[in-house]
Structures are given as structure tokens and as C-alpha cells.
């Protein structure tokens, strides 16, 4: 029988007691998963019973096992009452273990209690006056500390306080009168409403949409960096002074001219004929025009590539470690490296004169002279690197 080759409960549960799988998921080992666990849990899975496959969460695993009904997944027909008297004892066993490990709710400041573990004294709470019964001060109190402890649990940032959206939540729900409520799951805002609002966005933009094929569209893209420096490049659709966000790219790990044919296709290939729809014979005609361009995206290259060792530069020195002494010797780096560069798109020599690279050199010696300090060259010179011992 299927069964058989099932492990028993007493080949689950070690000698000491304790559980040789995960403790509170034990019949993960009464079915066979066939693929890796998705956000949320769910998972493709065979019954070891039935060899039936199905997908879904733990709970689900549970519900087919247990022959639970109402609950969206068929139950197990070839499991005995042996071996699913086994299983629920097995269950048992592990949710009383959960259950003697799982810490008691603390308490909230409001309560004036302190937790039975650490309690050394009665908190004595003060008579509360009739202008503070009126007003539900200490309903009203109880209900601060539990939405401040949505930042100190969820970790969410501070600012969320600040969030219209938030507040209004609140709001809309003391004026409903509708008791029992409770916010949406963790999948509910993931999927059904978050495809709702989209959906809604979506025909709230269709105004701005359907202006682009008479007055014409301008595709822009804005580059940035988070707190990570992770490079996105956010593409923009404007129009009469109109903007509206289309797409973003990521390029981390690619170099500035490595992104360039991503940023041809994704313009020209992708979001024009995207949002064009009713003008394919301009955006056939745009398309051909800047792939034709190709000294275009030769200069683009170029500029690219003789500022990237300036911006590698400005990156360097933008951190919190100390090479305030370095910065000299970064700076005579960068400028070789910049000049490296433009003589070879020129095809100069060394001993011959750039002056494209004389305007580029003077601008960066103007802003350099403007950041140059003594305490520059204080820090500098006292590099044991490049200062002399006696």
C-alpha cells in the first residue's frame, strides 16, 4: 500500500521528544513536493496516500489530509482511521510543544501591568476623571499603543504616520460604525486589490493617454540610485507639460555604454509601440530613424566614457571612509584616465594638443579649485605614504 512507504510517528518524533522535521509544519513529510515554495507559502504537492497533486499552502496539506471540507482542496480518500488518528495525534503533539514555547502577549503600557515572569509590584492605575471617561482617553490610549506597535514590530519607516492614505484609513473607519472589522490579508492586498488599483490608475490615465497620438509624446528616462547605489532608470511618457511614468529599468552590474542598446530597445522597440498604438507608421518611421542614427549613439558612448572616471571619483569620495589624503592622488588618476580616453577617440599622440580636453581640463580644475583646501593638503602630507621620516 502507498502508506507503507510513509514514515510512522514514531520514526518522526526523535527519542528526546524533540521533532526531526520543522515542528510546526510536520505533514510536509505525508506528501512529496514537486517544486519550490512560492511567496505566500504555496507550493506544488503530491498526497503520499493518494498520489493525487495539488497546490497550496500547509493549511492546505492539513485540510486534505484531515478530510476537512468547505475548505477548496478534495480530501484524501485512501487515508485509514488508523493512520489519520496517527497524523492528528502527530499535529497534536507538535502544537502543544508550539504552544508551551510561544510568549504570552506583553502588555500594553497603557495596562499598567507588568508580565507574571518579571512582576515585582502591583502598578496602582489612578482613578480616571469623568471629563476623561467622556472622552474614551483610555480606549483611545490603548488604540495609539497598538498602532504604534505596528512600527516597532513591522519595522515599517516613521513617515508612514505622515501617510494621507493612513490617517484617512482610520478616519473612515471610527465614522462607518462597522463593528468587527479587520484590515485586509497579506494576500488580499497583493493580488486583489492591488490588481484592482491598478486596473483603476490605469483608466484614470487614459485621458493622457489618448492625447499623445494628436499632440505627439515625448519618452524621457531619469536616472538614480537607492541607498544601496542599485542604478535604476525610470522611463517617463510627457506631453503637454503632462508626465506619466511608464516603465523602469535596472542596470545594476552594467556599464554606462552597456546600458545604451537597453535603453534603444526599451524606448524604441518596446514603449513606443506600446503606447502608439494608433500611430505604429510614426513609430515605425522614429524606430528606424534612431537606429539609423548610429553616430548618435557613438557620441552618447563617447561622453559616457570620458565621465565615468569622474563619477567614479565622485563616488569614491562620497562615502564615510576616511581618504580625505587620497584625494590628491584620485584627482591627477582621474584626470589622466579622462585624457586617456579623449585622445584615443581622437586619435592624437601625447605630445599632440586636444582642445576639446583643454575645455574639459579647465572645468574640472575650476570646480576643483573651488572644493581645494588646506586641510587637504594638511591631510596629505601627513600620508606616511608619501611623507618622509627622519
Known amino acids: 500500500m502507498a502508506h507503507n512507504s510513509t514514515p510512522s510517528v514514531t520514526d518522526s518524533i526523535a527519542s528526546d521528544g524533540s521533532s526531526s522535521f520543522n515542528a510546526s509544519t510536520p505533514l510536509w513529510q505525508y506528501v512529496t513536493r514537486l517544486e519550490k515554495a512560492e511567496s505566500g507559502g504555496n507550493t506544488k504537492f503530491t498526497c503520499n496516500f493518494c498520489k493525487v497533486t495539488f497546490t497550496g499552502s500547509y493549511s ?4 486534505h489530509l484531515f478530510q476537512i471540507s468547505g475548505t477548496g482542496i478534495r480530501a484524501c480518500k485512501k487515508i485509514t482511521k488508523e493512520e489519520l488518528a496517527r497524523l492528528k495525534k502527530l499535529q497534536e503533539e507538535v502544537d502543544e510543544r508550539a504552544k508551551a514555547v510561544i510568549p504570552r502577549e506583553v502588555p500594553r503600557p497603557s495596562d499598567g501591568k507588568i508580565p507574571t515572569s518579571l512582576e515585582t509590584r502591583s502598578v496602582k492605575k489612578r482613578a480616571m476623571t469623568q471629563l476623561e471617561k467622556s472622552w474614551a ?5 490603548e488604540i ?17 504616520a505622515k501617510n494621507p492614505h493612513f490617517i484617512k484609513s482610520y478616519v473612515m473607519l471610527s465614522e462607518s460604525g462597522i463593528k468587527g472589522y479587520k484590515p485586509p490579508s497579506y494576500n488580499k492586498i497583493r493580488t486583489t486589490l492591488l490588481d484592482r488599483e491598478r486596473v483603476h490608475v490605469d483608466r484614470l490615465l487614459q485621458p493622457i493617454r489618448s492625447t499623445w497620438a494628436r499632440k505627439g509624446v515625448s519618452i524621457v528616462c531619469d536616472g538614480w540610485t537607492d541607498v544601496q547605489r542599485r542604478p535604476l532608470i525610470n522611463f517617463i511618457a510627457i506631453t503637454d507639460g503632462l508626465p506619466m ?8 552590474g552594467e556599464r554606462f555604454w552597456q546600458v545604451k542598446r ?3 530597445e526599451l524606448v524604441i522597440r518596446e514603449d513606443w509601440n506600446e503606447y ?31 565621465t565615468e572616471p569622474i563619477y567614479e571619483m565622485l563616488r569614491i569620495t562620497d562615502t564615510d571612509k576616511p581618504c580625505l589624503h587620497l584625494v590628491y592622488e584620485m584627482w591627477d588618476n582621474m584626470i589622466d584616465k579622462v585624457k586617456d580616453i579623449i585622445y584615443k577617440h581622437e586619435g592624437k599622440s601625447e605630445s599632440e594638443d586636444s ?3 583643454n575645455v574639459v581640463k ?3 580644475t575650476d570646480r576643483w579649485a573651488k572644493s581645494n583646501t588646506p586641510l587637504h593638503c594638511l591631510a596629505y602630507s601627513l600620508n606616511p605614504r608619501y611623507s618622509t621620516t627622519h
Open 60 to 63: 492546505r496539506v492539513k485540510a
Open 137 to 141: 482617553v483610555a480606549a483611545r490610549n
Open 144 to 160: 495609539d499603543e497598538e498602532v504604534a506597535r505596528i512600527f516597532y514590530t513591522g519595522c515599517p519607516s516613521f513617515n508612514l
Open 245 to 252: 511614468f511608464l516603465k523602469a529599468y535596472n542596470c545594476q
Open 262 to 264: 537597453g535603453l534603444k
Open 276 to 306: 502608439q498604438e494608433d500611430n505604429i507608421d510614426k513609430a515605425n518611421f522614429v524606430r528606424e530613424k534612431v537606429l539609423d542614427e548610429t553616430g548618435f549613439w557613438k557620441k552618447i558612448e563617447f561622453i559616457l566614457e570620458f
Open 355 to 357: 582642445p576639446f580636453f
Open 362 to 364: 579647465t572645468i574640472l
